[in-house]
């Protein structure tokens, strides 16, 4: 946990933060309690360094590496499994542009990573936006995982919609995956399409059949 609160302060100091280090340092253990809360099953610290992880190895791709990083810290700051539509995201997006602003990030670079959270809730990017296409890559990158951790990750959603009946959840989720399958690309950048598409598309259809009950 220290190691990734390391991480956040130094990302935020990349971006141009002010505050002190204590400061820094309570900002970065408060994500991770909201990482931690009880309702996450998917959506948790390991998820955060997950995608973290892909962004440090691909680093070379982005822009500005450290507002992707901090906008993968951000991305899920705020998250309601009973939430409608895309309200998880643009609440994520205003807690982003609030704290990083309170810690002294300029108000542009603030906002950009503010943009950049708004864009997981889609997952659609603009062309010429390699953070955007990093930010939404690495959140993706569990659909092209092995076939016990593409298990796990469905398995953790539903308990994250324990609340949802059977076909209503059914129905939402096939409508998920039926989008994620009308990408044109679900990875942007090259080097990961390259990797993970294939696998990706193979771990949706197969969930999508067996959602259907066509599997």
Known sequence: ?????????????????????????????????????????Y????HLSAVL?????????????????LAAWMHDAVYDPRALGDANERDSAEF????????????ATAAEVARLVGLTAGHATEEDDPDGELLCDADLAILASDD??????????????????????????SQVLKALLELPSIYRLEPLRTQWEDKARANLRRELDEVLGTA
């Not at 959506?43 to 390991?46: E, G, K, N």
């Not at 982003?96 to 108000?107: C, F, K, M, R, S």
């Open 1 to 41: 946990m220290t190691s990734l609160v390391d991480e956040f302060t130094v990302a935020a100091r990349q971006a141009g933060a002010t505050a002190g280090g204590p400061d820094l340092t309570a900002a970065g253990e408060y994500l991770l309690s909201r990482w931690s809360e009880p309702q996450r099953h």
């Open 43 to 46: 959506h948790t610290v390991t």
């Open 53 to 69: 992880d892909v962004i440090d190895r691909h680093a070379g791709l982005a822009a500005h590496a450290e507002r992707v990083r």
């Open 96 to 107: 982003a542009e609030g704290l990083l602003t309170t810690l002294g990030v300029p108000e």
């Open 148 to 173: 016990d951790t593409y298990a796990a990750y469905t398995a953790a959603i539903r308990r994250e919609y324990a609340h949802v009946p059977e076909d209503a959840f059914r129905d939402g989720r």
